[in-house]
């Protein structure tokens, strides 16, 4: 399998991709929609848009939306996409740390596999906070330090248990020296979560109600296995625990 940053994903693997992009959107959404108010014509932020796959999701479910991205070439790649879908796209250059927009805009800002690779991380939430509406939420996946596993780089055993220093100090040495571990991306994952250090960020920065990911999925999503095992995972800490060690990532709703 390739290993290559979104940003540097052709239109044909942007198209290919779409229609997982679609079910992500709808899966998003209808977890959200279970500890936060949404209006049928929400208007959504999707940070580090890349080609906008995410967006077109949302055009096909009545959300307005629009997307924020630093990299040219991804957005040429969306403004190929809306041409070729013969819709919408709004993706502006720029970066979460200094959204060039007014406070209280937002419904929904969504950003999926992005706070890991930004600069300064305590901006980012400081921003998306100010253009949240008040009841507004925020989603978001990122890198885990709980999970040995992970899709960051390649060629590291067990990288997400690496004390953060080291993290650092290797992505930095693969942006130079070999950046196909990479995916050839220009800003390697430099931070890495907990669900401690991410609930006191996010209540550092005025986020009212926190959720993980156990407590936003569906028992509809699966079968009666997947049930069982949701039910056991949210009632019990320790199984949380093990959970959060067995499944890479970590994602979050976090309300204004």
Known sequence: MNHVATEKQTIDQILAALPLKDQWTKAIFSRLKKVVSIPNDALVLDVGAASGGFLVGCFKHGYRSIGIEPWEEARENAKKLAERLNIPITIINGTVEKLPFAENIFDVVHASSVFEHVVDIEHAFQEIHRVLKFG?????STASSMCPMQNEIRGFPFFGW???????????????????????????????FTPMKTRRLL?????RKIYDR????????????????????????ILKFLADIVVPGCSYAAIK
């Not at 507004?136 to 978001?140: A, K, N, P, T």
């Open 203 to 207: 209540r550092r920065y005025g986020f």
């Open 214 to 237: 156990w407590d936003l999925r569906s028992e509809e999503e699966g079968g009666t296995v997947y049930r069982v095992a949701l039910r056991s995972v949210r009632s019990n800490r």
């Open 136 to 140: 507004g939420v925020l989603w978001f």
């Open 162 to 192: 690496y004390p953060n220093s080291a993290k650092q100090r290797i992505m930095n040495w693969a942006k130079t020296h070999k950046p196909h571990l990479l995916g050839f991306t220009e800003t390697p994952a430099i931070h890495w």
